[in-house]
């Protein structure tokens, strides 16, 4: 069991997607930025989603990921306080249409 409260991966760029999934066990999560990170898909985003139930902050800034990924951040963080999208590529705004249904 993890206690880590507060993780920051900011620019990892050689991180793996395999590697950013183990971030679900860290059940007491409340803090992730993984802004700049190249790896970010919504396997990642599920994974991390379903084990940090607690997870209020999520900073995703600079990343390039799909419409995927915004569908499971609407589903499963319902959580989430603070969500930065700031300079994300690879979404369209029917993406962004997820978080208003």
């Known amino acids: 069991r ?3 409260c ?4 900011r620019d990892c760029v050689r991180v793996t ?3 950013l999934r183990y971030i679900g066990e860290c059940r007491n999560l409340q ?3 993984l802004s700049g990170t190249t790896q ?6 599920n994974d991390i989603g379903l084990g940090c139930k607690n997870l209020l902050y999520l ?4 990343c390039n990921f799909d419409d995927g990924v915004l569908r499971v951040l609407a589903r499963h963080y319902v959580n989430i306080q603070y969500l930065s999208l700031a300079g994300c590529t690879g ?3 029917a ?5 208003m249904v």
């Open 2 to 4: 993890s206690f880590l």
């Open 6 to 9: 507060n993780l920051k991966l």
């Open 17 to 19: 997607p395999s590697s």
């Open 31 to 33: 803090e992730l930025s």
């Open 40 to 45: 970010i898909n919504a396997d990642v985003v």
């Open 59 to 62: 900073n995703l800034a600079g």
């Open 91 to 93: 979404f369209t705004t």
């Open 95 to 99: 993406g962004v249409y997820y978080f």
